[in-house]
């Protein structure tokens, strides 16, 4: 079996969205279903972008295992943009899928893939979204699930991976101590370690972030300005998924006969927290690997990634774009927290509200002009992680 990784590594020219030093979690699995089968494409939702999807052929032939995500509502933030200085700034509601996050992108597909190469049963490390994203999924696909979670995340992300009957095991000790668990654990013949921060399947659904942003600012128009799109980065599964829909890969390129272009494509900017900023502080110094960094404690737990893999491809994609890394303190993101929750009415988890603080900090350095089209993506809701008061 040819895996995507080893596509990957030659296809794409801001990286695949694998992890260097990945191993193959396919190994062991066979197919079984569905291969050189088109399957039709549904008007709406992430599948709409099956035949689009680059870097993994599986995800052509893959029964869909979905619950109608993608497709997030996109919402003007009029009185939040006034108050920053900017006249064009919408929300991309990502807490609107089916489990409250915009990890639902990625893992109907990295399941529908699992799935249909015969796996039974899934494990993934979470701070908590990806977590519940992986047992929804599993428990609608009929597989079984365990997810390694902080024994510290947030009460209702444990609750809710429970409910969907995961079996859940609490570790205690840094993010990285859940990853190198549930590593291990995906070494057993047969289970698939579906891990966001690992598997490149898991990028290929986020690239439907990317082409729902795109066909939005089309609609909307950016009158001849730059257009922006502003995220919360920790591993960059989401960052790396959206820079591959506009970018493109190399192998595209070659074969329409033209050099890779950015024209028309957004400045990306990835929001981070000052207590784990390993890209915005190598954004800051102008390297081009990941800042070797020592991580605070902080209310953003799903971007306290010391060593995000991914790091080098989202610093390049970042450069590639004319973009941005930016990463504001704590008090900052919950001040971004409440004045979106006030103004706006969106009630987002502190990590997602990192992308408001950002973009205030944009704004307020003339980095993003006050009639330049944005979209800042709110990743995930509230209700499951409130942070503090
Ligand atoms: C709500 C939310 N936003 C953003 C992120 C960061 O996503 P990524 O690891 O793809 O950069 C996470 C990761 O857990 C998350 O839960």
Redesign the pocket.
């Known amino acids: 079996m040819t895996t995507s990784r080893t596509q990957g590594a030659e296809a794409f020219h801001v990286g695949d969205g694998q992890c260097k030093g990945a191993t193959d979690r396919t190994a062991g699995i066979t197919a079984r279903s569905g291969a050189g089968v088109s399957l039709p494409l549904p008007s709406s939702g992430l599948w709409r972008f099956r035949s689009r999807f680059l870097g993994d052929d599986r995800v052509t032939t893959a029964p869909a295992i979905t619950m109608g995500e993608g497709d997030t509502p996109v919402v003007p933030l009029t009185r939040w943009g006034a108050r920053h200085g900017l006249n064009r700034v919408y929300a991309k509601l990502d807490g609107a899928n089916p489990t409250g996050?915009?990890?639902d992108r990625g893992m109907s597909v990295l399941v529908s893939v699992a799935r249909s190469l015969g796996a039974a049963h899934l494990v993934e490390d979470?701070?908590?979204?990806?977590g519940a994203a992986a047992a929804a999924y599993a428990a609608r696909a009929g597989m079984s699930c365990t997810v390694y979670a902080p024994a510290g995340a947030p009460a209702p992300k444990l609750r809710q991976i429970r409910a969907y009957g995961a079996e859940l095991i609490a570790v205690p000790g840094p993010r990285s101590a859940v990853a190198d668990a549930a590593r291990n654990a995906g070494s057993v013949p047969g289970a698939y370690h579906v891990s966001?921060?690992d598997n490149p399947l898991f990028v290929v659904g986020?690239q439907s972030l990317g082409f729902e942003l795109s066909e939005t600012a089309d609609a909307l128009g950016c009158d001849g300005l730059p257009w922006h799109i502003v995220?919360?980065?920790?591993?960059?599964?989401?960052?790396m998924g959206t820079a591959m829909a506009l970018l493109g890969s190399s192998t595209d390129q070659k074969r329409k006969g033209t050099e890779p272009e950015v024209v028309g494509v957004p400045r990306l900017h990835a929001a981070q927290t000052t207590h784990c900023a390993p890209i915005a502080e190598a954004f800051g110094r102008g390297q081009s690997d990941p800042a070797t960094v020592i991580r605070r404690p902080t209310v953003c737990?799903?971007?306290e990634?010391e060593r995000?893999c991914r790091g080098t491809d989202i610093l390049r994609a970042i450069a590639a774009t004319g973009g941005s890394a930016v990463a504001r303190d704590d008090a900052d993101i919950l001040k971004a927290r409440d004045d979106l929750a006030m103004l706006e009415g969106i009630y987002a988890?502190p990590?997602?509200a990192s992308a408001l603080a950002a973009l205030a900090h944009l704004a307020a350095t003339g980095t993003i002009g006050r009639d330049d089209l944005v979209f800042v993506i709110v990743?995930?809701s509230g209700l499951k992680?409130p942070g503090p008061a």
């Open positions: 996050s915009y990890k979470s701070s908590g979204n990806a966001h921060n986020n995220m919360p980065v920790g591993g960059g599964a989401l960052f737990g799903g971007i990634i995000p988890e990590t997602s990743t995930g992680d």
